[in-house]
């Protein structure tokens, strides 16, 4: 697909450079932070993740500031100076991805997923130790909130409003009420909080990931549409479209658990089954996983219709994640 003069790869190409650029930029680095924790982070951060989060968030962000200039492709290229809706969300991209990243060095760890590999390299506390691996996932987390509070630097009310919406957008997306309740979740499900086990339904699993992974991905799509000043309605849309793109990730994710290439997966594949974890292909079967993944799919599709973003990248980055292809 085409938006302007902008194709999907062309756009994902684009939004990836960009990211990597701002996280180059504003990760901490010494003689500000130690050495030893600055490194293990970039080596996390820079491990080769496919930056879904960030790309959202740009995308987003762009979708508003098209419609804004009158769907007229004003904004032919989404990243060249002038297009400062999409620029002015680089940093929650950033932040969130910084969040992401944290999230997963946390979840490799012996006391929650105990795994050794990541994104095709050994996970960060096999490579530096337990203490720094959780060290690195809490510096991550305190940074991404420090760079939204900072970046960009402008003095405009309107601006700053949007930041500390921002702020507490991401901020629920990552605490008790999302992520992290969705791993406690998690945890209770596969047994890991001695006392405290829970046996999930099919509603309790979608649930879990809704919190777990799926709260995140709204964060992403939500924070790029404020950044660029959309109205509330059209926040709430692309906070709808966000949703099923979240859940159509995990299906495909539990589905490629199972069925995916281990080497180009970068993690242990068929641990979900190893470890009798309650997924979708466990609850539902294969074929009716992929319907379901399906269906979530059509729903974004027409959430951004309802919106009116009829000629937008977010539409083709939700075939993107069902197809999982680049
Ligand atoms: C430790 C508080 C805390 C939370 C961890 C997100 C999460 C919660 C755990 C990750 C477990 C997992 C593998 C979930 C499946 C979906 C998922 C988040 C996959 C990884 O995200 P990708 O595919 O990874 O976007 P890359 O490496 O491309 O960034």
Redesign the pocket.
Known sequence: MTVGTVSLAEFLEQARTEVDDGLERWLPRPPDSPQIIAEAMRYSVFAG?????PVLTLAAADAVARQAAGAQAAVEQPFRSGATQVSHALPAACAIELI?TY??I??DLPA??NDTL??GRPTLHVVYGEGIAILAGDGLHAAAFSLIAREPVVADPTIVARKLRVIAAVAEAAGPDG??G??AIDLQAAGQAPGHAATLDAEGVRAMHSR??GALIRASAVSGAIMAGAADDLVEAIDRYAADIGLA??IV?DILDIEGDPASL??TAGKDAASAKPTYPAIFGLARSRALAAECLRRAHSALEGAGITNSLLGGIADWVVTRKS
């Open positions: 993740g496919k930056r879904l989060r992401h999230s997963l946390h979840d929650m997923d990541r994104r992520m992290v969705g791993q777990k992974t990730f995990q994710d970068g993690k």
